[in-house]
């Protein structure tokens, strides 16, 4: 009895015991696998931040030349040129007499003339300012003045030098026109102004295109008209003592206008161009360019002096 009792603990001892060692063993794989899990994950993350890694290089990369996204390194915004297609040939069907073209002559077509480049001209250096400004020195009456086949620039110098007119000269935009200087001059005039004697001087020059003068910053400039018309402006005229007298201060006022009009530039008083004069209360209110404007102020100014003699 007693060696069945003891050989029965003794199997219970040897089963607990191999019980422990199945569990001490279980244990231990358990924290070996984890341990290993633990260095696996690990492992996983450093190669996650090395692929971030080197997608960030990629695209540095690419940057910097310029590859486009989807487009293969070395031939970026570069397209295989398609292949031509040859053409066939259509086919050919035999042409009448009376289908066949008629030969005609065909005039050739002319070539537009290219547009003239005028290179600028030189602004004269500054000179002492004039005893009178060139408005006032352009009014000066002179009793006769006479050229007798000088030359154009000869003549241009006795205005600056006789009467004190400081002259821009724009020599390129009149070589435009067809003006030389070494073009003579012949006029004789007597009881006339300053201006008007100069701009009968460019009159007598002028072979093709209008020749003018205008005021600029103290310069009395000359060159073509279209680079003298300057812009658009409305200014008021007193002219009550020319609607004065016989008729009446409206068909005065009718027949100062066409004066006007029919003197200085008519087409620019024409639709669609933006020349306009009106008369209120013994004004003209005039809408019209620098040119035309400086053009308006002579005209009145000779009505008066025709009215007083």
């Known amino acids: 009895m007693e060696n069945r009792l003891f050989a029965a603990v003794a199997v219970a001892a040897v089963f607990g015991a191999g019980v422990a060692a199945a569990e001490d063993s279980r244990d231990a794989l358990i924290r070996e696998l984890t341990a290993s899990l633990e260095i696996k994950e690990k492992q996983i993350e450093k190669l996650k931040s090395e692929v971030e890694r080197l997608k960030a290089e990629v ?9 486009a996204e989807g487009q293969p390194a070395g031939g970026a915004g570069k397209t295989e040129p398609a292949r031509p297609i040859p053409p066939v040939a259509p086919a050919v069907k035999p042409i009448s007499p009376a289908e066949r073209p008629v030969a005609r002559s065909v005039s050739p077509v002319e070539k537009p003339a290219k ?8 602004r004269p250096a500054a000179r002492p ?23 154009f620039e000869q003549v241009l110098e006795s205005f600056q030098e006789n009467h004190g007119v400081q002259l821009w000269v724009k020599w390129n935009q009149l070589a435009v026109a067809g003006i030389q200087r070494k073009a003579p001059v012949r006029l004789a005039m007597s009881n006339i102004t300053v201006g008007k004697a100069l701009q009968l001087v460019l009159d007598e020059v002028s072979t093709s295109g209008r020749i003018e003068y205008g005021v600029e910053d103290g310069l009395v400039v000359i060159s073509q008209a279209e680079d003298l018309a300057g ?4 200014l008021t005229y007193d002219v009550k003592d020319l609607l004065s007298g016989p008729g009446g201060r409206a068909q005065n006022s009718a027949k100062l206008i066409r004066t006007i009009t029919g003197t200085i530039d008519p087409p620019s008083w024409k639709p669609p161009n933006i020349g306009l004069i009106r008369e209120i209360g013994g004004r003209l209110f005039v809408t019209a360019n620098a040119r035309n404007q400086r053009a308006i102020a002579d005209l009145l100014k000779t009505l008066r002096d025709q009215e007083q003699r």
């Open 129 to 151: 300012a004039p005893a009178v400004p060139p408005e006032t020195a352009l009014q000066q009456k002179l009793a006769q003045i006479k050229f007798d086949g000088q030359t």
């Open 231 to 234: 812009g658009i402006e409305v």
């Open 115 to 122: 547009a003239k480049t005028i290179a600028p001209d030189t």
């Open 59 to 67: 695209a540095r990369l690419k940057d910097k030349l310029g590859i």
